[in-house]
Every structure is written in C-alpha cells, then in structure tokens.
Nanobody, 121 residues
Framework: QVQLVESGGGLVQPGGSLRLSCAAS????????MNWYRQAPGKERELVAH????????DYGDSVKGRFTISRDNAKNTVSLQMNSLKPEDTAVYYC??????????????WGQGTQVTVSS
C-alpha cells in the first residue's frame, strides 16, 4: 500500500521556521522525484520545491527561493522541506508528491494528505 505521510506543520509567527517531513512507503522511493506543493484557500496548487531521485537537481518556486530548502534521504525514504523566514503568504496546506516516468510504464504519481502551515502573529 502506497503511503506518503506529511508531518511538521503548525502555527508559526512571521519570520519563524518550520521543518516539514514526508515519509514514504509502499513503493521504491529512490526511483521517484519528489516535490512539495502548497495550496492556499481560494488559490491553485503551486509547486514549491522539486528534488530529483539522487538530489542532484533541485528547483524552487520563485516565491520561496532563498528561504526554503528541500532535501531527501533515500535510506530513510523521507523528503523534507526546511522553511525559514516564513511570511503570512506562506500559509497553505503543504503536500508532498512522488513522481516517476518510465518507458513502457508512463507516469506514476502519489500524493500525501497534506499538512497545514499557518503563519500568523
């Protein structure tokens, strides 16, 4: 059974930090690129950060560059998102997503259930 379970969300003051984690099971984690998305009320889901299977390629959304850091541990089947200098506009539900494309198989994608991050004083 495939599972992606996010944790680490919560309420934090502007300028504060949070570290989100996503624990994967039920699939070969090391063969999947991992992504963090977020969705604020009334807005479309947006890509926050991407990391390739080995961590050799990392990309960030423009709104979080220089503040957020994505990392992965293939031995522990986890991906993390360190969020610093948080702003009220970072308030959203944060989701992790696993994605793989293979010739003959096409795209495989799995989503977590999300974790709420609220930035407010």
């Amino acid at each position: 059974q495939v599972q992606l379970v996010e944790s680490g969300g919560g309420l934090v003051q502007p300028g504060g930090s949070l570290r989100l984690s996503c624990a994967a099971s039920g699939f070969t984690f090391s063969t999947y690129a991992m992504n963090w998305y977020r969705q604020a009320p009334g807005k479309e889901r947006e890509l926050v950060a991407h990391i390739s299977t080995t961590g050799g390629t990392i990309d960030y959304g423009d709104s979080v560059k220089g503040r957020f850091t994505i990392s992965r541990d293939n031995a522990k089947n986890t991906v993390s998102l360190q969020m610093n200098s948080l702003k009220p506009e970072d308030t959203a539900v944060y989701y992790c997503k696993a994605r793989r494309w293979r010739l003959g198989e096409g795209v495989s994608e799995y989503w977590g259930q999300g974790t709420q991050v609220t930035v407010s004083s």
